[in-house]
């Protein structure tokens, strides 16, 4: 008989602002996955990223294993996207907090991508009820997509030109 790994880390619930859209996820915030080199989480220049003021995290696999929406069904959340339409943001349709995001497809040039991605300001308790770690305790990292031609190689360790803190 085989048994599943199970995901390491802490269980966390989260939600929007309103309540409408509730979600569980499992982070290790010890151990930061190889995507986000060396932190916690990451926060970005580009357009969609900076006025969403999002700051996110990794869970270490495409949300399949570590990550479940309880309310309501994805396809009752609004969705938006742009460009090649490969990154898709979702957020709850009633007070428009975006929640995580999903990634299928070429990515500005670097090739196929299969990547999730949550909004650590969404973050409410962990499942036992206390609270998340502060976030001034997170590693961050800072991608330059403002000002870079291509895909980073790497994220920086302050802010870039037109990002913030």
Known sequence: MSTTPQPKGTLYKGSCHCGFAKYTIRLDFSTPPPSLHGA?????????????????????????????????AEKDLGMYTFNTGNVKWYFCPKCSITLYSRVDGVFDGVGEMHTFRVNVLTLDEKEDGSPVEDLKSLKIKYWDFKDTLGFPEAPLDAPANGGVW
Do not use: R, W
């Not at 989480?41 to 479940?68: E, Q, V, Y």
């Open 40 to 72: 916690n989480a990451t926060k970005c220049n580009c357009s969609i990223c900076h006025k969403l003021g999002t700051l996110l995290t990794d869970p270490g696999d495409d949300g399949s294993s570590t990550f479940t929406l309880s309310t309501p």
